[in-house]
């Protein structure tokens, strides 16, 4: 398992064709894969609230069956700059992926892929964020061309917590929860998020990997966190944008990522196909 602060390329280049690799151009027909990791602090996140739909049926839908997503500020004006296609598609129903992606100015809808989330057999952890979220948003693809929407920029992503190269997902229930939040007690431990970008056929991926250090908790403190709600749909079982903030003492990384959408790395993707964020 590669770890963050290892001897990695940071700003790695390649197109991939019939699983060739190459140094030319990026040409539709190839698959054009970016690996980037970055280590980025984000000071703040986005604030919101948006409604979620669920997975996209076999039903023919109208824009109107996604969450729209509308980032004009209360006066009309605009926060950032609209893509060439005014809006692009968050394969996520995670509302804290929605809110990050907020913070960028971008308008997007919601569509929600379904995806089987299973390690594959001696998988790489940093692998296996990369192919799901690679999977989110070619499913995601699938379903807005299903469903006779209109073709827009999909952003994926995937967050997992990675202990003794074992990893950590959401927890089945409150033993899972308990096991996840002892092994990461009083010790450091990594937190990958894989983000793709689909535009058209070509593929625009991104990994932002972190280093979370937690202080010593008790079985206590354990319970009661299990309690509050907060762990029982988050990667790891915990919220470092919740009350889990006050078990962190130190994280080396981005922010943003940890929470599961690296901003950072989000916005280097939609310059790749013509966004600026500071237009």
Known sequence: MWR????????????????QTSSGPCHRSRLR?????????????????????????????????????????????????DLPVSRIYLASASPRRQTLLQQLGVRFDVVVPVVVEQRAPAEAAAEYAQRLAAQKARQAARQVAENGLTPRPI??????????????????????????LQRLSAREHTVLTAVTLRHGEDEYSALSA??????????????????????????????????????????????????????????????????????
């Open 4 to 19: 963050c602060g290892s001897a990695a390329p940071t700003d790695w280049h390649r197109n991939v064709s019939h699983g």
């Open 210 to 279: 972190s280093q979370v250090r937690f202080r010593g908790l008790t079985d206590a403190e354990i319970r009661r966190y299990w309690d509050s709600g907060e762990p029982a749909d988050k990667a790891g079982a915990y919220a470092i944008q919740g009350r889990a903030a006050a078990f962190i003492s130190r994280i080396e990384g981005s922010y943003s990522g940890i929470v599961g959408l690296p901003l950072f790395e989000v916005a280097q993707l939609l310059a790749d196909i013509g966004w600026n964020s500071c237009e």
């Open 155 to 180: 952003l994926a992503a995937d967050t997992c917590v990675v202990v003794d190269q074992e990893i950590f997902g959401k927890p089945r229930d409150r033993a899972d929860a308990e096991r996840m």
């Open 33 to 81: 894969i970016r690996w980037r990791v970055c280590y980025w602090w984000s000071n703040s996140i986005g604030r919101g609230v948006s409604s979620l739909t669920g997975p996209i049926t076999a039903r023919p839908l109208e824009t109107s069956d996604l969450s729209v997503i509308d980032t004009s500020s209360s006066d009309g004006s605009r926060r950032g700059r």
